[in-house]
């Protein structure tokens, strides 16, 4: 069994900086990309940010240049930081990994999700 933990989130003011992190754990043999994803209320949940095994990132047009994608494959874990933030940013974040079990079958794992709320 394999589970994605996120930390960070909360209520931040308009122009702000925050920083998420999601740590995998349990049956890994290795983790191919990671990414995050927002879902704005109301909204589907969209890509923001994904970094390959390589550390290759990508991320959605609006927030190139704000925010920051990084991963510690020693510590199985992502990051995003969040600079400038944006009301319009106000979501839930979800990490998401591509992971190789130590069965050598391959996962799609989403964590459960952690509140970033953008308001003055």
């Known amino acids: 069994q394999v589970q994605l933990v996120e930390l960070g989130g909360g209520l931040m003011q308009p122009g702000g900086s925050l920083g998420l992190s999601c740590a995998a754990s349990g049956s890994i043999f290795s983790i191919n990309t990671m990414g995050w994803y927002g879902r704005a209320p109301g909204k589907q949940r969209e890509l923001v940010a994904t970094?390959?095994?390589?550390?290759?990132?990508n991320y959605v047009d609006s927030v190139k240049g704000r925010f920051t994608i990084s991963r510690d494959n020693a510590k199985n874990t992502v990051y995003l930081q969040m600079n400038s933030l944006k009301p319009e940013e106000t979501a839930v974040y979800y990490c998401?990994?591509?992971?190789?079990?130590?069965?050598?079958?391959?996962?799609?794992?989403w964590g459960q999700g952690t509140l970033v709320t953008v308001s003055s």
């Open positions: 998401n990994a591509l992971i190789r079990t130590e069965r050598y079958s391959y996962l799609e794992v």
């Open positions: 970094i390959t095994s390589g550390d290759r990132t």
